[in-house]
């Protein structure tokens, strides 16, 4: 239950990290 809910946990910071970057990368895109 840990493993899963610790792995969940990384899983879900990793994503929004890459949503963060994917956001900053369209910004600086359309500047």
Do not use: D, P
Not at 6 to 13: R, T
Request: hydrophobic share 50%; charged share 10%; proline share 0%.
């Amino acid at each position: 239950m840990i493993v899963v809910c610790s792995h969940w946990l990384v899983k879900s910071i990793f994503s929004g990290v890459c949503r963060q970057v994917h956001l900053t990368c369209s910004a600086s895109e359309w500047m």
